[in-house]
């Protein structure tokens, strides 16, 4: 909802159940002639390259019909592309809510073979979409939780869309906080998007966008500032992980010295500066780390994909780093985009005013110039104007 007259800023409500039966043909009809409009004209790749801006694909889902600040409008709208461009010979779109995402690789492999791809370029696109899915789930601890995963590619590109929620976890915990044991219902979405890049990095600053308007005070191993607990993480693995017993078994009664697990959300120590969700974070899985260290990883990307490092383990092997050997983390949520294209009072940041217009008149032709009939122009043209003018 709007938070004020023309304020520019909106929240993105999680709602629950399925897009119309009667809205979701027209969606798919209408994304279907600008897809086709934009690969005639620039080609498949550039598609790839606008789904993966936040503020087109937002304005897209606007546009062929969705509700325009709910986080349906993400999933519906890929599910509309992904139905509409099935027969397209040269782009592949696998993945979708829910479990449909777990046949995802399945899904790439037959894709992959359709638009003809060598056997290492689909092993390839299995990889990109299971790390995108484990750094967002685990790298970045923001609180929100992966329910779909959608990937798009090419012969030679491939973009990623995904989205979390707000798990029931994290609101309970910081609706206690303020309000006793009731559970808040305002639960929210956040989405994650990915393109490829010629040397990417997918455990440093890999993203193209995040958008939500709800800012956390994650733990953010993505980001530069954390480049050296990833390493003293890797360093702690490959060099017997035995040695971190200590921090996860409880020690003798007459020993005073504290351990890590110690310091949980009721129990704050001024010497420890990390949130509050952050506090009981320690909880290593030995097993898994010895597995690890069987393994020996060359990298910490290899480490994060080894089957049972979860977002436990690899937390509590960033705090040891941080806490014990003094690495760096970084606290910092790295949204970049809020569902408004910013706000006019400049939080999160300016309105990026250029990029609205150009979003806006790029579809505004693409829909002129579409094969559908001038009623359904006319209510798409509707849309994207009162869409346009709500925001700023």
């Not at 779109?93 to 638009?115: M, R, V």
């Not at 351990?259 to 909880?283: A, C, G, Y």
């Not at 250029?354 to 505004?364: H, R, T």
Request: glycine content about 6%; hydrophobic content about 30%.
């Amino acid at each position: 909802m709007f938070r004020g007259k023309n304020s520019g800023v909106v929240d993105l409500p999680l709602h629950s159940g399925k897009c119309p039966k009667w809205l979701f043909p027209l969606m798919k009809n209408l994304s279907k002639n600008i897809s086709e409009l934009i690969i005639n004209e620039y080609g498949e790749n550039e598609l790839l390259k606008r789904i993966s801006d936040p503020y087109w694909f937002q304005s897209l889902g606007c546009v062929i019909g969705f509700d325009w600040h709910s986080s349906g409008l993400t999933t519906t709208t890929t599910g509309a592309l992904k139905e509409a461009l099935k027969n397209n010979e040269y782009i592949g779109i696998a993945g979708g809510k829910g479990k449909a995402s777990l046949k995802t690789p399945e899904e790439i492999k037959k894709l992959g073979e359709k638009i003809n791809l060598k056997e290492k370029q689909i092993n390839n696109l299995i990889k990109t979409s299971r790390i995108s899915a484990k750094v967002d789930n685990c790298l970045i601890q923001d609180g929100f939780r992966l329910y779909h995963h959608t990937i798009f590619f090419t012969k030679n590109l491939w973009a990623v869309v995904q989205q979390g929620r707000e798990s029931l976890r994290d609101n309970l915990s910081k609706s206690a906080a303020s309000k006793g044991s009731r559970m808040s219902n305002n639960r929210y979405a956040r989405r994650y998007h990915w393109i490829k890049k010629e040397e990417i990095n997918f455990v440093n600053e890999p993203h193209s966008g995040i958008i939500s308007d709800k800012l956390t005070n994650p733990l953010n191993l993505t980001a530069k500032e954390s480049e050296e607990t990833k390493k003293c993480s890797l360093d702690l693995i490959k060099d017997n992980p035995l040695r971190l017993r200590k921090y996860a078994l409880p020690l003798k009664i007459d020993n005073r010295q504290r351990r890590l697990t110690d310091f949980t959300e009721h129990e704050r120590v001024d010497s420890f500066k990390m949130p509050l969700q952050h506090f009981p974070s320690i909880d290593i899985n030995l097993k898994t780390l010895v597995e690890a260290y069987e393994q020996q990883p060359k990298n910490y990307e290899e480490l994060i994909m080894i089957k049972g490092m979860g977002e436990k383990n690899i937390r509590s092997l960033a705090l040891i780093s941080h806490l014990v050997y003094g690495t760096k983390l970084s606290w910092k949520d790295p949204v970049k985009y809020s569902f408004a294209h910013g706000g006019k009072d400049g939080w999160p940041y300016p309105v990026d005013e250029n990029k609205i217009k150009e979003n806006a008149e790029f579809l505004k032709n693409a829909i002129k110039e579409s094969e559908i009939g001038d009623k359904e122009k006319t209510k798409c043209l509707r849309r994207l104007n009162n869409y346009y003018t709500k925001i700023l």
